[in-house]
């Protein structure tokens, strides 16, 4: 079986532990948050050597909005700071960006550049790089179901024409599910991160802290799943 083979076309990367990373270095934890971005941009350059396909971020969560109103703060500049510095690398290196998650609430200036992103990178060919801002997975769900509610014809629809319609909804309809979710800092939860896109995702949990996840990281939990046998509920 070729490399090629063995890999997962869509990656999913819960980034846990930029906090815990600078409180072991006496450091505030914004300190984390900035070195957290050096391992995004780790993460996209190595998505793209390795030749995967679609690469999707947790960067903010919709629960992220009850953490300390400074360190909220410093997480919406960072993200202004990063679509302003990171838009032309990532279209030099031909990677496509998208957002999912509700905009409402986030700042008009974050807005804007979003869509700046979005567009300078529409071209491009290579990586798709999904941003999951101000996102929770049950209120995508709940949004899905009630925009086929919307849909006059559900009432005649089969299970299956419905959940083609529901899935039709969902933030990710253009993507492929995940074949592999990963999430670093030791904990071993979801989050409410892509709960319905997970169904038949592998998974894989390392200790390893994001700001800390580089390239030989990465390739470990790629290794990992190379020898994971899929059977989507049939038998080997």
């Known amino acids: 079986?070729?490399?090629?083979?063995?890999?997962?076309?869509?990656?999913?990367?819960?980034?846990?532990?930029?906090?815990?990373?600078?409180?072991?270095?006496?450091?505030?934890?914004v300190f984390g948050h900035r070195s957290g971005v050096d391992a995004l941009r780790k993460a996209v350059q190595h998505s793209g050597k390795r030749g995967i396909d679609f690469l999707t971020l947790f960067a903010f969560s919709s629960e992220n909005w009850n953490r300390p109103e400074e360190e909220v703060g410093f997480l919406m500049n960072l993200l202004r700071i990063y679509i302003e510095k990171e838009t032309d690398f990532l279209n030099k290196n031909n990677v496509r960006v998208r957002f999912i998650g509700k905009r409402e609430?986030?700042?008009?200036?974050?807005?804007?550049?979003?869509?700046?992103?979005?567009?300078?990178t529409s071209g491009n060919t290579g990586l798709t790089l999904s941003l999951a801002v101000n996102y929770g997975s049950h209120n995508e769900i709940l949004d899905a179901f009630y925009g086929i509610l919307q849909n006059k014809k559900t009432s005649n629809m089969s299970k299956t024409e419905l959940k083609e319609a529901f899935e039709q909804n969902l933030l990710t309809c253009d993507l492929p599910d995940p074949d592999l979710l990963i999430r670093t800092a030791g904990e071993k939860r979801i989050s409410n991160f892509l709960l319905w896109q997970i169904a038949y995702s592998e998974l894989y949990f390392t200790d390893v802290l994001w700001p800390d996840f580089d390239e030989a990281a990465y390739d470990a939990a790629l290794s990992d799943y190379a020898t994971r046998e899929r059977r989507y509920g049939a038998l080997g």
């Open 105 to 120: 609430g986030l700042p008009s200036d974050i807005q804007n550049l979003m869509d700046q992103m979005i567009d300078v």
């Open 1 to 29: 079986m070729s490399e090629a083979e063995t890999l997962p076309q869509h990656v999913a990367i819960i980034m846990d532990g930029n906090g815990r990373w600078a409180e072991k270095r006496y450091l505030p934890r």
